[in-house]
């Protein structure tokens, strides 16, 4: 009996799949070698942090791989793999050190598909006593030197395009919500930072977007910004959408003039987020703060919590002003290459698993 089955596509390592993928893989090395250029060129440290860390971030949505150390003794040290080298490079910004960057290996479980991996490479880099105006202008030079290695003019992902050469727009996220969904979203926040989950819920079912009853305040911001403004982002030119709330921001400095809004910024083109950008916040207190908070929502949506670094909580009070940001370096060679899927860029991914 012939079986109607589509037969299994061949693995990553086949000759042939290797031969089509390879174009790719060579642009990929282009980059990251002319990208560490730009890096040495403007006295920047590169420096290789440790995967295996006490506590993989606080961020309520992102999931780590867990594991242990096993001591001489025989005791047992949980441990993660880091989701980001965030905390390592913000310690060693405390440590003395000025501008550093770093090519990572970092590890997010649940997350697989067209534009998600569960190991990829992150890059971050930070500028110690600098606004986080300089990493948007990073951002536009690393666009268009990557466009450059891989031989084109253009991004592109799935019918869309972004002019890498052309400056980026500069929009807030406040903007973006009238703008795309007709939503006055600061008018949901008082200037003591507390959300109006009703107000915001009421414009959304205006706008024409479903509402669920246990949607918190941050359900229903991220509902808007991936169904409404996310897809029209980075069309033609890039986009940096600047200034989440704070809520939406837990690294991140209060604005100088709108408490209700953090110096956060992410860079979009074809409407692919591709980084996320920062101006640090370095008081430890506050940071421990959004941390619990984090933490509890994690606890309360997945039923799990992660661990506070308090080494890194301690090295935060020690740490200057400073600007960071963490790029996806494969899916900005994805866009540079044309490729449509992560996988496509990474030299040996990681083996699918069973449903």
Known sequence: MRSNASPAPSPWWTAHVHADRRPFLLARNRIQAAFRGFFVERDFVEVDTATLQVSPGN???????????????????????????????????????TKISCFAHVYRDRERGSLHHPEFTMLEWYRANEPYESLMHDCAELLGLAAEQARTRTLTYQGRTSDPFREPERLSVAEAFHRFAGINLLASIDRDGAMDREHLAASLKAAGLRVAPDDTWSDLFSKVLVEKIEPHLGQGRPTILDEYPVTEAALARPTSHDPRVAERFELFACGVELANAFGELTDPAEQRRRFESEMTEKMRVYGEAYPLDEDFLAALAAMPPASGIALGFDRLVMLATGASRIDQVIWAPVAETAP
Not at 61 to 85: D, I, K, N, Q, W
């Open 59 to 97: 961020e309520a949505h992102l999931h780590a791989f867990a594991t242990e150390a096993l001591g001489m003794s025989g005791a047992r040290t949980p441990l993660f793999l880091h989701t980001s080298p965030e905390f390592a490079c913000k310690k060693l910004l405390a440590a003395g050190e």
